[in-house]
């Protein structure tokens, strides 16, 4: 009986170790692989880091407190004050003129996006962007050729960087 109540402890004491030798195995191999799942981080592209720091500029310069806007009064100047004039810079447009061509219909085929420019360079204003397959219509095309000038479903309109689009029939 001794004999029989020996290979019953062993038995049980065996498929034990065995059941926590496997769940400690699975537990580490769920962790491991849990933390693998998660997609890496959005790559930032040097002309987003420059934005990102005008931003951030701005934010800082903006006063956190809120601010109730009150109508102004009027206000009169003197005739000896001078009024500051700006100086006329040609803006991106009047370097690179838009030529309109009949409108159709492209898909994005650059595969991580586009950003949508609010003038065609590459140092204007980014309005946002583009994912890959989204569909825009083309409404116009720089001087130069390097850039699109496109609409997209919600009215919103900007310039994208030629070459990244393909027509769809």
């Given at each position: 009986m001794k004999r029989l109540s020996g290979l019953l402890q062993f038995m049980v004491g065996f498929v034990m170790g065995v059941a926590i030798l496997v769940g400690g195995a699975t537990a580490v191999a769920y962790m491991l692989l849990s933390g693998m799942n998660s997609n890496p981080p959005k790559p930032v592209f040097t002309e987003e880091k420059k934005e990102e720091t005008k931003e951030e500029k701005a934010a800082k310069s903006i006063p956190t407190t809120p601010v109730q806007e009150q109508p102004q009064a009027e206000v009169k100047e003197s005739p000896n004050t001078p009024t500051p004039k700006a100086s006329p810079k040609p803006s991106p447009e009047e370097t690179k003129r838009e030529t309109k061509s009949e409108g159709y219909q492209a898909r994005v085929t650059w595969q991580s996006g586009l950003s949508l420019r609010s003038e065609p360079t590459s140092e204007s204003t980014r309005l946002g962007?583009?994912?890959?397959?989204?569909?825009?219509?083309?409404?116009?095309?720089?001087?130069d050729g390097q850039w699109h000038r496109v609409r997209l479903s919600d009215g919103r309109e900007g310039w994208i960087k030629a070459g990244n689009i393909s027509r769809v029939e």
């Open positions: 962007g583009l994912d890959y397959n989204t569909k825009v219509s083309v409404v116009g095309t720089s001087s």
